[in-house]
C-alpha cells in the first residue's frame, strides 16, 4: 500500500502536464484494476461490451445498407441465409430477412437503439432516484416518509409492469401522435420510473450515515447551502454502491425495452431495437428462417450477459468486507 | 399481534386505495372514453349525451366514488375492443394465468431446493459448476429468448410439444383446467419451464447462500460433535432450517410471476390475463388495463399480507421485535 501512496506524494508536486499521466498510473496501480486483472472472465465481459458499444458508435460505418431506409432494399435479396450456408450471398454476412434486410446491419441499428435507451433510462432513473435519496436522507421527517413510502408501494410491483402501463397511458394520451422518436422518449421515462427506487433507497441510507459525520457539521457551520452540501459533500461518498446499482441496472433496463419492444409495446418496426427486431424475427421462425431471429437474440444475450457480469465483478471489487 | 396485523392490514388497504387513483386516472385523463365509444361522425348531442349517460359530467370525487364502489364489487365496466365486461373477460382468462403460474412455482420451487443444497453440499464438482452457469443463464436471458428457444428445439425442429395455446381444456364449473389431459400437460410443459426459470435461479441461489450460512453455525457443529449421521444433520437441521425464507421469497414471488406471466404468455399466445392485458396495452383498451392493475394490485397485497402474518405466526422472535414499536 505504501508503495502506491510515496509515488503519487511525489506526482502532486511535479509539473501538471504530467498529471494525466499520473492519473493513469494511479489508475492501473489501484485495487479495483488489480482484481479487474485477476479475473479473466471480467475481461472478457469488459471487452465484449467495449466491442458492442464501438459497433454501435459505428454502426453507418459497418452497415453495408441502411437497413431501414426502404430505398435502399431490393426485394431479390430477401431470404438470404447467412453466408456461411450453402445459399449464402456476400455481402449479407448474417443473411436477410422478408423485405432483402440485411440481418448485421438491422442489428448495429439496433444495438444502438437499445443501448440509448438502456444509457438514458438508466440516467434518469439514477438522477431521479440519487435526488429523492439525498433529500430524503438529509431532510428527514415527513418528507422522508411520504417518499419512502411511494418507493416501498413501487417494489411490490415488478419493473416491467409499470414500464407497460407508462407505456400504455403515454399511448392512449399522445394517441397519433406517437412517432417513434418520441417513442424512444416514453420508453425511457417508463424504464426511469420503474428503475429509481433502488438508488433512493441506497442513497438515503447511505446519507443518514454520512450526515452525522464531523465533515457535514464543518460545512453547515461555515454556512455552505444544504443543497451544495448534498451535492458536493455528501453524494460522492456514496458513489461506490450507485455505480454496482447502475451497472447492473443497465442490463436490466437494456432487458425491460428488449422485453417492451418484443411485446409490441416499444419501439416500431421502422426503428426498430433488438427486442423489435427479435420479435420481426420469430415470425419467421416456423419457415425455417431461423437466422432473423437467432443473431439478434444473440447478440442481445451477449450483451446482458457481459453487463450483468462486470456489475457482479464491480459489486465484489468495490465491497470492502470481501476484501 | 393484533394491533401489527391491524396496521398491515390497513397499509394494504392504503395501497389499494393509492392504485384505485392511479386506475381512476387512467381512465380520467389518459383520453376520452367517449371517443373510443362512439364513431368520428358521432354529432355532439349525441356526444354529450353518452357522456351523460356514462356520469362523466359529475364532479370528479364523485365519478372516483362510484369507480371504487364498482371496483370492489368487481365491475371494472366495458372492454373497447371486445364490448364485453371486463370482469367476464377477466374471469374468463384468469384460471389459464393461475395455473400456468402455479405450475411453474411449484417447477422452481422443487429444482432450486434441488440444484441450490446439491451445489451448497459439494461445492467443487462440475455439476455444481453446471448449475451456476444456469443460473447465469437463467439472470441474463430475456424470458421472451428463453421461450423462443425451447419453441425453436421443441417445437420446430424436433416437433415434440406444441408451440402455442392450452391444448384441450377440461371445464369444472368456472375453472377451465388444462391439468387433465394429455395435450394440455403437454401444452404447459413449456411455458412453465419459461416462467419458472428465473424464479428456479433465485431460489436456487437463495438456498445455496442459506445452506452455506446455516453449516456454519454451532448447532450444526453440535449435531456434528453428537455424531448424528451427515444425512440427518444436513436435511433434518440444515435443511428445515433454510426452508423459511425460501417459502417467504417464493411466496412473495407469486405475484411477480403473475406479472411476468405477460411475457410468457405472449411468447406461447398462452390465453391467459396477462395475453389480454398486453393486447389492451397495444390496443389502448384502458378499462382492461386499470381492471388488470386493480386485480394484480390486489394479488401481490392479499401474498404480502398472508405472508407478513404467517412469519410471525411460524418465528416467535419476530413477534417481540414487532410488539415494541406498537
Redesign the interface.
Known amino acids: 500500500m505504501s508503495d502506491a501512496v510515496v509515488p503519487h506524494r511525489v506526482e502532486q508536486n511535479a509539473p501538471t502536464a504530467r498529471s494525466g499521466a499520473s492519473w493513469l498510473k494511479r489508475a492501473l496501480d489501484s485495487d479495483i484494476f488489480y482484481s479487474f486483472r485477476r479475473s479473466r472472465m471480467t475481461m472478457v465481459a469488459a471487452a465484449v461490451t467495449v466491442l458492442f458499444f464501438l459497433l454501435a458508435i459505428f454502426a453507418s460505418q459497418l452497415a453495408v445498407q441502411n437497413p431501414f431506409d426502404p430505398a435502399q432494399l431490393q426485394l431479390m435479396n430477401s431470404r438470404i441465409s447467412p453466408i456461411w450456408t450453402a445459399d449464402g450471398q456476400s455481402p449479407f454476412l448474417l443473411g436477410t430477412d422478408e423485405q432483402g434486410r440485411d440481418v448485421f446491419s438491422a442489428i448495429l441499428y439496433g444495438l444502438r437503439i437499445s443501448l440509448v435507451v438502456g444509457l438514458l433510462g438508466v440516467i434518469l432513473a439514477g438522477t431521479l432516484g440519487i435526488t429523492l435519496g439525498l433529500i430524503a436522507g438529509y431532510v428527514g421527517g415527513a418528507v422522508d416518509g411520504l417518499i419512502m413510502r411511494i418507493a416501498d408501494v413501487q417494489l411490490t410491483f415488478p419493473a416491467i409492469l409499470i414500464a407497460l402501463l407508462v407505456n400504455g397511458v403515454a399511448k392512449s394520451v399522445l394517441g397519433n401522435r406517437l412517432d417513434a422518436m418520441s417513442t424512444l422518449g416514453v420508453l425511457v421515462i417508463a424504464i426511469g420510473l420503474s428503475f429509481w427506487v433502488q438508488y433512493a433507497r441506497t442513497v438515503r441510507g447511505s446519507v443518514m450515515v454520512e450526515k452525522n459525520k464531523d465533515y457535514v457539521a464543518a460545512a453547515q457551520l461555515i454556512g455552505l447551502p444544504a443543497p451544495k452540501i448534498m451535492l458536493r459533500h455528501v453524494l460522492p461518498n456514496t458513489m461506490g454502491p450507485i455505480l454496482v446499482i447502475a451497472t447492473i441496472n443497465l442490463a436490466l433496463a437494456i432487458i425491460t425495452e428488449a422485453t417492451l419492444s418484443f411485446l409490441g409495446a416499444g419501439m416500431p418496426d421502422t426503428m426498430p431495437s433488438l427486442g423489435t427486431l427479435i420479435r420481426i424475427g420469430n415470425n419467421y421462425l416456423f419457415a425455417g428462417e431461423w437466422w432473423i431471429v437467432a443473431f439478434p437474440g444473440i447478440a442481445l444475450a451477449g450483451l446482458i450477459l457481459s453487463i450483468n457480469l462486470l456489475g457482479d465483478w464491480l459489486r465484489d471489487a468495490l465491497n470492502p468486507k470481501l476484501r | 399481534m393484533l394491533a401489527f396485523t391491524l396496521r398491515r392490514a390497513i397499509q394494504a388497504i392504503g ?1 389499494m386505495i ?1 392504485v384505485g387513483v392511479i386506475a381512476f386516472s ?1 381512465f380520467r ?3 376520452d372514453p367517449v371517443n373510443q365509444i362512439v364513431s368520428l361522425d358521432t354529432p355532439a348531442a349525441e356526444r354529450e349525451a353518452v357522456r351523460k349517460s356514462l356520469g362523466l359530467d359529475d364532479p370528479v370525487p364523485v365519478q372516483f366514488a362510484r369507480y371504487f364502489a364498482n371496483a370492489a364489487q368487481f365491475k371494472f365496466g366495458v372492454s373497447y375492443q371486445f364490448r364485453q365486461p371486463v370482469s367476464n373477460l377477466l374471469m374468463e382468462r384468469m384460471p389459464a394465468t393461475l395455473e400456468l403460474a402455479a405450475c411453474a412455482t411449484v417447477l422452481a420451487m422443487v429444482f432450486g431446493i434441488l440444484m441450490g443444497v446439491y451445489s451448497a453440499l459439494r461445492r467443487d464438482t462440475i455439476l455444481t459448476k453446471f448449475f451456476q452457469a444456469v443460473s ?2 437463467g ?7 428463453i421461450g ?2 425451447l ?2 428445439l421443441f417445437s ?1 425442429t424436433l416437433g415434440w410439444l406444441p ?1 402455442f395455446g392450452r391444448g384441450d381444456v377440461v371445464r369444472i364449473g368456472w375453472w377451465t383446467t388444462g391439468l387433465l389431459t394429455l395435450s394440455g400437460l403437454k401444452a404447459l410443459i413449456m411455458p412453465s419451464i419459461t416462467l419458472g426459470l428465473f424464479q428456479m435461479t433465485l431460489i436456487m441461489r437463495l438456498v445455496r447462500a442459506e445452506m452455506l450460512e446455516v453449516l456454519r453455525t454451532d448447532y450444526i457443529r453440535f449435531a456434528r460433535a453428537r455424531g448424528l449421521t451427515t444425512r440427518a444433520i444436513h436435511f433434518g437441521h440444515a435443511l428445515k432450517n433454510t426452508l423459511v425464507p425460501v417459502i417467504t421469497v417464493a411466496g412473495l414471488q407469486f ?2 410471476v403473475i ?2 406471466a ?2 410468457t404468455e ?1 411468447v406461447f399466445q398462452w390465453p391467459g390475463m396477462g395475453l389480454l ?2 393486447q ?3 390496443n ?1 383498451d ?1 378499462p382492461i ?1 386499470a381492471a388488470y ?1 386493480l386485480m ?2 390486489l394479488i ?2 392479499t401474498i ?1 399480507l398472508v405472508v407478513d402474518i404467517l412469519y410471525t405466526v411460524v418465528d416467535p422472535r419476530l413477534r417481540s421485535t414487532i410488539r415494541r414499536p406498537a
Do not use: D, R
Open positions: 395501497v393509492a387512467m385523463f389518459a383520453g447465469l443463464i439472470i441474463s436471458l430475456p424470458t421472451f429468448l423462443i428457444l419453441i425453436y420446430v408451440s405475484g411477480s406479472a411476468f405477460i411475457i405472449t392485458f398486453v389492451a396495452v397495444q389502448v384502458i388495463m392493475l394484480v394490485s401481490f397485497v404480502n
